[in-house]
């Protein structure tokens, strides 16, 4: 790679973003001349972290979402030659600097309008966000095309997809890999009784709240999946999901021939981050430890259990529904997700919950409405929030009459 590549990072407090990071400064130490410069750093509540990274990485521009800690970022960064605002608004705006790369690396729905704020400005994007492509995968492809800007994949399974992917239409199906989370062995009595600390003990990743219980619960399949469809032009029934407890094979694609072209290497997100980061020009040295087969002995593969979680299954059925199905899937688990951390139900609830206000909405007013730019989406994620705060409400009540 030749000159210096910039790069926008939202997200930078989070665990994709600390790990961004690392691949910077490990891969702008091991070359004789810099490989990355950041142009933005943008967190969302965690100040110290923040001022951290920009003392460290002397970055252009510093954005904080919480606005009540602007005054306290701006006063610790006031030595330095770095433009710090606060707010939404001002995350979006960062998100539009002309840069080499943004990495999309905000939680939740809440990352779309910056993600799709850097796509309409022409920046090319590896995402993270998964949600951004759950919810509004169509708008942001079409928009991608139009600016002749790209969309690099990120998660490791689909940047292990877009590694091997050749010709689209050779392809026969994908083969998505799920670690199958810390109840892979558990019966479905036992899930009745999970409590958030159990669901938020990964076995192999350390991430956080709301991606920790939607690996539980292989949420985070179902959305995979659906951002699969999207980025990759494939109907569901050509995607299969296989649980693979090493998490070694990232995941793969076969093709009409018979071959199947697989991505390995062990579970750290620093290799495929650093793939998306530097794009199409193929790698830095990273850090990460290296693939021992020998060791590792064998990869185990296993069928996906539907009865125990049903989200994959309910994603298939959003993703042929789509208009704002897949929209009100990704709210109504947020949603839920939320409500199981306060402890307001329990773990089963989840997919119960999400099936529910999908059915709801369906039935509702704005089940035909299309999702052709951000203010239609938003519209449709308000009504799915007040679909799954009211079916919350219901459950709430219902526990108190039980214990009257």
């Not at 989070?14 to 910077?24: D, K, Q, W």
């Not at 701006?74 to 790369?101: F, K, M, N, T, Y």
């Not at 699969?228 to 093709?255: G, M, N, R, W």
């Not at 020009?281 to 064998?298: F, I, M, N, Y």
Request: hydrophobic share 45%; net charge negative.
């Amino acid at each position: 790679m030749s000159g210096v590549r910039t790069i926008s990072i939202l997200g930078s407090t989070g665990s994709i973003g600390t790990s961004a990071l690392s691949v910077v400064a490990h891969a702008n130490v091991q070359s004789s001349d810099p490989v990355f410069a950041i142009d933005t750093l943008a967190g969302g509540r965690n100040a110290d972290l923040l001022i951290e990274q920009a003392r460290e990485f002397e970055p252009q521009c510093v954005v904080i979402a919480d606005q009540s800690k602007l005054e306290l970022v701006r006063d610790a960064l006031s030595g330095l030659d770095i433009e710090v605002s606060a707010g939404s608004d001002a995350v979006d705006d960062a998100a539009r600097r002309p840069v080499d790369r943004v990495l999309a690396a905000i939680v939740g729905i809440s990352g779309l309008p910056s993600t799709l704020a850097a796509v309409d400005a022409g920046n090319s994007v590896a995402l993270a966000n998964k949600e951004s492509m759950v919810c509004a995968g169509p708008l942001l492809k079409r928009i991608a095309a139009e600016r002749s800007t790209e969309i690099v994949p990120t998660d490791s399974e689909h940047n292990a997809m877009f590694q091997v992917m050749e010709r689209r239409e050779d392809v026969e199906r994908i083969i998505l890999t799920a670690s199958g989370g810390p109840f892979r062995t558990a019966t479905r009595e036992d899930l009745k009784t999970v409590t958030p600390r159990r669901a938020l003990a990964h076995p192999r990743w350390d991430m956080g709240e709301k991606i920790s219980i939607d690996s539980a619960t292989l949420f985070n399949k179902g959305l995979e999946l659906i951002e699969a469809c999207y980025l990759f032009d494939l109907p569901e029934d050509q995607i299969e999901v296989v649980v693979h407890p090493q998490s070694i094979l990232h995941s793969a694609v076969a093709y009409r021939d018979g071959s199947v072209l697989a991505q390995m290497g062990v579970p750290d997100m620093r290799t495929p981050i650093s793939h998306a980061l530097t794009w199409p020009e193929r790698r830095e040295s990273t850090p990460v430890d290296r693939l021992d087969l020998v060791a590792l002995s064998q990869l185990d593969f296993e069928p996906l259990d539907a009865s125990k979680f049903p989200a994959v299954d309910l994603a298939r059925r959003a993703i042929n529904l789509a208009k704002g199905a897949p929209i009100v899937l990704n709210c109504a688990n947020e949603g839920a997700v939320a409500a199981f951390l306060a402890g307001q139900c329990g773990f089963l609830d989840i997919s119960w919950i999400v099936e529910t206000v999908m059915e709801r909405f369906l039935t509702g007013s704005m089940s035909c409405e299309d999702c052709e730019n951000l203010e239609a989406i938003l519209a449709i994620q308000s009504e799915a929030e007040r679909l799954t705060g009211a079916l919350l409400d219901e459950v709430k009540s219902q526990k108190q009459e039980r214990t009257a």
